[in-house]
T-cell receptor, first 109, second 113 residues
Framework: SQQGEEDPQALSIQEGENATMNCSYK?????LQWYRQNSGRGLVHLIL?????REKHSGRLRVTLDTSKKSSSLLITASRAADTASYFC?????????FGAGTRLTVKP | KAGVTQTPRYLIKTRGQQVTLSCSPI?????VSWYQQTPGQGLQFLFE???????NKGNFPGRFSGRQFSNSRSEMNVSTLELGDSALYLCASRPGQGWETQYFGPGTRLLVL
């Protein structure tokens, strides 16, 4: 069964704009991870944020985690057409990893 | 290091048959996890193996089984295939101490007719 729920399910923006995706979950976690998937291929890891961390950055990506609200957000700044993909959050609790349904991001050139 | 490899990449089977999928993890990784991805159910966790032992199991029927060899390579088997088993099967590896990034293979796309 899935743990996380991404919001929105789909997002369409223009190149250069920022994209924000949210993830909510239900149980306690050790860490939360964000992944990207292009058209039915394997997943690519983006960022891992531990339960005792509140924010992490990696290039144009910024992830926040609010364990009191059981939610996380992924911000992609200055988006590019190549960022078009599905984005998934995954929560991990004691080696048990569960993925959300994903957000489909389309970046128009 | 070479990435996670999965074989075969594509497979067509008929209902009632069985299938075995293979996953070779990144060298040095001892944990291998399997996932099923379908448009309707999304990414669902099947099971995780660590040092040849199943460490976690998702909510799938007993027709889905797996194993891990001493070299950390893993196989998953689906017996008595059903149409609903058509999916992309992904495996992922990581060192295995927990709380780590998973590295995914390209997946095996299974079509059951």
């Amino acid at each position: 069964s899935q743990q996380g729920e991404e919001d929105p399910q789909a997002l369409s923006i223009q190149e250069g704009e920022n994209a924000t995706m949210n993830c909510s979950y239900k149980t306690s976690i050790n860490n939360l991870q964000w992944y990207r998937q292009n058209s039915g291929r394997g997943l690519v890891h983006l960022i891992l944020i531990r339960s005792n961390e509140r924010e992490k950055h990696s290039g144009r990506l910024r992830v926040t985690l609010d364990t009191s609200k059981k939610s996380s957000s992924l911000l992609i700044t200055a988006s590019r057409a190549a960022d078009t993909a599905s984005y998934f959050c995954a929560t991990e609790n004691n080696n048990d990893m569960r993925f959300g349904a994903g957000t489909r991001l389309t970046v128009k050139p | 290091k070479a990435g996670v490899t999965q074989t075969p990449r594509y497979l067509i089977k008929t209902r009632g048959q069985q299938v075995t999928l293979s996953c070779s993890p990144i060298s040095g990784h001892r944990s291998v996890s399997w996932y099923q991805q379908t448009p309707g159910q999304g990414l669902q966790f099947l099971f995780e193996y660590f040092s040849e032992t199943q460490r976690n199991k998702g909510n799938f029927p007993g027709r889905f089984s797996g194993r891990q060899f001493s070299n950390s390579r893993s196989e998953m088997n689906v017996s008595t295939l059903e149409l609903g088993d058509s999916a992309l099967y992904l495996c992922a590896s990581r060192p295995g101490q927990g709380w780590e990034t998973q590295y995914f293979g390209p997946g095996t796309r299974l079509l059951v007719l």
